[in-house]
């Protein structure tokens, strides 16, 4: 079945890049998500981007896609510690379009 | 415009116990998914309704039920509660029928099976 791998944690400095990477397995995802949880609350859609596209920009955010690869990865410029939460990747396919999600990465913000 | 609503939010329960959840979803939107939350094992789909009807399910047993009414609110049930229930349940709605399928998610029913 679908797989979608991230890693657990990444933590970084206030102001740097963010960098959280992702890869999955099914070669039919026509959609690709980032969603980010922060402590007691739901799961937030940050941006999506279609299997077509390589590189989709949204302020602060980018993500890129390599389809080849079957890699996604989300950048977040200028990090600030409002931005410490759970991030996941999540890629949906034809048919029913439900999302699979990633296990989620920590992103830990230092002042 | 409202949020995905879900109540309760905390809820503690014993072993054998059955338990229901509920989830009122965005206005307007029609489809609802459910989602067991853990630490374990991470986001795992439950099951998807759109106009009364399942539509999609996950890998669940029956124990694991829900139902959406007319007005697309959404309950779900489990039966014969064992610990390993123990998790946060999320609901989700979304206003379209497939294709981009952006859902909104509620904040969760904790679920703690004792």
């Known amino acids: 079945g679908e797989d979608v791998e991230q890693s657990l944690f990444l933590s970084v400095r206030e102001g740097d890049s963010s960098v959280i990477n992702c890869t999955y397995t099914?070669?039919?995802?026509?959609?690709l998500y980032w969603y980010k949880q922060e402590p007691g609350a739901g799961l937030q859609l940050l941006t999506y981007?279609?299997?077509?596209?390589d590189m989709k920009q949204d302020q602060r955010l980018t993500v890129l896609l390599n389809k080849k690869d079957k890699h996604l990865s989300l950048r977040i410029a200028d990090t600030q510690t409002g931005d410490s939460a759970i991030y996941f990747c999540?890629?949906?396919?034809?048919?029913?379009?439900?999302?699979?999600f990633g296990r989620g990465t920590s992103l830990i913000v230092h002042p | 415009k409202a949020g995905v609503t879900q109540t309760p939010r905390y809820l503690i329960k014993t072993r054998g116990q059955q338990v229901t959840l509920s989830c009122s979803p965005i206005?307007?939107?029609?489809?609802v998914s459910w989602y067991q939350q853990t630490p374990g094992q991470g986001l795992q789909f439950l099951f998807e309704?759109?106009?009364?009807?399942?539509?999609n399910k996950g890998n669940f047993p029956g124990r694991f039920s829900g139902r959406q009414f007319s007005n697309s609110r959404s309950e779900m049930n489990v039966s014969t509660l064992e610990l390993g229930d123990s998790a946060l349940y999320l609901c989700?709605?979304?206003?379209?029928?497939?294709?981009?399928?952006?859902?909104?998610f509620g904040a969760g029913t904790r679920l703690s099976v004792l």
């Open positions: 309704y759109f106009s009364e009807t399942q539509r």
């Open positions: 206005s307007g939107h029609r489809s």
């Open positions: 989700a709605s979304s206003p379209t029928t497939g294709e981009i399928n952006i859902q909104y």
């Open positions: 981007i279609f299997s077509n596209m």
């Open positions: 999540a890629e949906a396919s034809g048919g029913s379009y439900i999302p699979t």
């Open positions: 099914d070669s039919s995802s026509t959609y």
